[in-house]
T-cell receptor
């Protein structure tokens, strides 16, 4: 099956700092999503981004499908950005069967 | 619009029992998927239902089963519970299959 690796595993930021999270995957995909799991366990969908670049407020994401990676950018981080960020990938033939990476745990300090 | 609703929020069971978890998708969403999250294995896909049919299945034993009703609500059942079944069970819905997923808050199952 598809392997998904996320880096770094842990990230500590000072409030206001910028950061980049990376997701590498081992095979061609046409379904890629980024999620944020808050400290209460709720998974929030940040982006559906099988290719290209999208922006949503202070967050943006870029997927280069041909090179099998995706990047999530957090700018001007806030304490509410703390939590775990997951990348999940799949192929359309497999529907919503997504393979999740191990996550990047982010702590934003005030 | 209400989000994905999962009940109950917490469950405590003993080994050998069975359990049923419930999920109500976002209104208009026809696909419901279930995932298991554990500290050791991370997030793993269980199954997906679309229009009352199981569309995809993950690599879990037959003790894990599910179904979807005509109103798109879904249930999953785990029979003969084992200690290793202790996990956060997450339900997600999407308009159709292979589209943006929206997750519920999950059911935290503890097997004693």
């Amino acid at each position: 099956g598809i392997q998904v690796e996320q880096s770094p595993p842990d990230l500590i930021l000072q409030e206001g700092a910028n950061s980049t999270l990376r997701c590498n995957f081992s095979d061609s995909v046409n379904n890629l999503q980024w999620f944020h799991q808050n400290p209460w366990g709720q998974l929030i969908n940040l982006f559906y981004i099988p290719s290209g670049t999208k922006q949503n407020g202070r967050l943006s994401a870029t997927t280069v499908a041909t090179e099998r990676y995706s990047l999530l950018y957090i700018s001007s981080s806030q304490t509410t950005d703390s939590g775990v960020y997951f990348c999940a990938v799949g192929i359309k033939a497999a529907g919503n069967k997504l393979t999740f990476g191990g996550g990047t745990r982010v702590l934003v300090k005030p | 619009k209400a989000g994905v609703t999962q009940t109950p929020r917490y469950l405590i069971k003993t080994r050998g029992q069975q359990v049923t978890l419930s999920c109500s998708p976002i209104s208009g969403h026809r696909s419901v998927s279930w995932y298991q999250q554990t500290p050791g294995q991370g997030l793993q896909f269980l199954f997906e239902y679309f229009s009352e049919t199981q569309r995809n299945k993950g690599n879990f034993p037959g003790r894990f089963s599910g179904r979807q009703f005509s109103n798109s609500r879904s249930e999953m059942n785990v029979s003969t519970l084992e200690l290793g079944d202790s996990a956060l069970y997450l339900c997600a819905s999407s308009l159709a299959t292979s589209e943006k997923l929206f997750f519920g808050s999950g059911t935290q199952l503890s097997v004693l």
